[in-house]
């Protein structure tokens, strides 16, 4: 069960760590390389590793140092932590195991080993300075890039999973990485410009009133302080293309992998506004101040002139989802303080027709005391992905869409356009916000070449790709001989000229 643990902190248990300073024995096995990271040959540096014991179970905890491009399109180091599985510690031949990618937010350690006893790797960014959604995408970008070049990753079993700024940021990664298990973004921004929009205009409403220095919407207030520097880290203004081009919205078409994700009614950090002006509840002026507005004006930019989830997904790719919050709950405490009572818990249903499996809690409508949710509950995944992981990649995770984006990748082109001017005048495209050039093709001919170890997926690509505009056919002007052995060899064939 995943928590709200963006609301209350999260329960921690014991761990034992290994004794003494010296690094466990799997370590130099798993993870090699400890001198500089570079742009691909030796993405991920070890700096630190350490056992702990988890229901009786070794796991494995390595940090670890890569480099990447930030926002400004220069180079920063930023880290790394993986969890690793009790499979991959006994020595001998290091299986393929699944990997859960834990985007924007660090995953705290209690669940990120509970996971890994269960047979995951699980990679997160650690101990970044800076809230993903000043930071941007690029490492995250980067880091799924190494995690997925790592040996024992089945590239068949990537899952991409986070809250809030990491729900943003998974529905990002949905959009850029192929192929994807599943998706499990929990409360996600759809559209920044709005919500980063909405967040400062409410900044002085859901502070303290004259007099005080008690702020009227505290959660609301606390969030609402990085509207401005997420904005000028990307160089742009709330309602400009650009902040729409950093937006799920903006990459609908290039999300192909099963996505369940969840929303309140009475959010007022991600407001339901931006998945549909029909799922809106009524303001009450009397619990919350009469200057609260989550309109979402028109002024923000659009996708062909629609700025919700609903609208611009077509209506055959979701289900949506009405849930009744659970009786009993308590209310989400105050800032700094303790629950009053038991949390509840929500099964999260999914469809196992359709794309997105979009669930809306009715919580009724927002007060001032709101954070993502209204009341305390858990929400739960695990039937999702279960279901998921049991029926594998599909052949129609792979679209013409997706094809181009990918193919784009190897070109080093955006899939949507993006400008910024961060420095002296100086204007930054999506490319120079990429992942490094090597490291960008890499990961798409992996992906492909895993796509294709099944036939029907192998002919799916060959035939997408003979539909492809030639300057987009980076591997050549056909893949092999139009059969599945032929696309694969064709494949090898790219990766042996470093394509």
């Known amino acids: 069960m995943i928590s709200m643990s963006l609301i209350a902190a999260a329960a921690t248990v014991l761990l034992t760590t290994q004794a003494g300073a010296q690094s466990p ?247 339901i506004n931006q998945v549909s002006r029909a799922l809106v509840k009524p303001h009450d002026p009397t619990v919350i101040p009469a200057e609260y507005d989550s309109n979402m004006y028109d002024r923000y930019a659009s996708i062909r002139g629609k700025r919700t989830l609903l609208d611009a997904l077509p209506r055959s790719a979701y289900q949506l989802f009405p849930v009744m919050a659970p009786d009993g709950m308590p209310r989400v405490p105050a800032v700094n303080q303790a629950a009053n009572g038991k949390a509840g818990h929500i099964d999260l249903p999914f469809t196992k027709s359709k794309l997105w499996s979009i669930v809306v809690v009715d919580e009724g409508s927002p007060d001032s005391q709101c954070a993502h949710t209204k009341y305390l509950w858990g929400a739960d995944h695990d039937p999702f992905k279960h279901w998921a992981e049991s029926r594998g990649i599909t052949a129609d995770q792979l679209t013409a869409p997706k094809l181009q984006r990918l193919m784009k990748r190897m070109l080093g082109e955006p899939w949507r356009k993006m400008e910024t001017r961060p420095h002296e005048g100086k204007t930054i495209n999506r490319r120079e916000l990429m992942d490094f050039p090597a490291a960008e093709k890499a990961d798409v001919v992996r992906g492909l070449q895993a796509y294709a170890l099944d036939d029907a997926r192998a002919i799916r690509l060959a035939e997408l790709y003979s539909r492809l505009p030639e300057r987009l056919k980076v591997l050549g002007s056909h893949l092999g001989d139009g059969t599945a052995a032929g696309v694969r060899e064709e494949l090898k064939s790219s990766d042996r000229s470093g394509l």
């Open 25 to 271: 024995p799997w370590s130099e096995r798993l993870f090699p390389f400890v001198g500089t990271p570079d742009q691909y040959e030796h993405r991920l540096s070890r700096s630190e590793a350490r056992e702990v014991q988890v229901d009786g179970k070794p796991v494995g905890v390595v940090t670890a140092k890569l480099i990447c491009r930030n926002m400004d399109g220069h180079e920063e180091t930023a880290q790394a932590r993986i969890y690793l599985p009790p499979v991959l510690l006994n020595g001998g031949k290091a299986p393929a195991c699944p990997l859960i990618y834990n985007a924007g937010y660090e995953i705290d350690e209690n669940g990120a080993t509970h996971l890994a006893a269960k047979g995951y790797v699980v990679c997160t960014p650690h101990a970044h300075p800076l809230h993903p959604l000043v930071r941007g995408p690029n490492v995250d970008i980067a880091l799924l890039h190494a995690a997925r070049a790592i040996s024992w990753i089945d590239p068949l079993r990537v899952c991409i999973q986070g809250g809030s700024a990491g729900g943003w940021m998974t529905l990002l990664l949905t959009a850029e990485s192929f192929p994807i298990l599943w998706s499990a973004p929990d409360v996600p921004p759809i559209h920044w410009g709005y919500n980063a929009g909405y967040l400062r205009a409410n900044l002085e409403v859901a502070g303290p009133p004259a007099g005080s220095t008690s702020p009227r919407m505290p959660y609301l207030y606390g969030v609402s302080q990085i509207a401005d520097p997420s904005m000028k880290g990307l160089g742009t203004s709330f309602d400009s293309p650009s902040a729409l081009a950093i937006s799920p919205i903006a990459h609908l078409d290039t999300i192909t992998a099963p996505v369940q994700t969840y929303f309140s009614t009475a959010d007022v950090l991600v407001p």
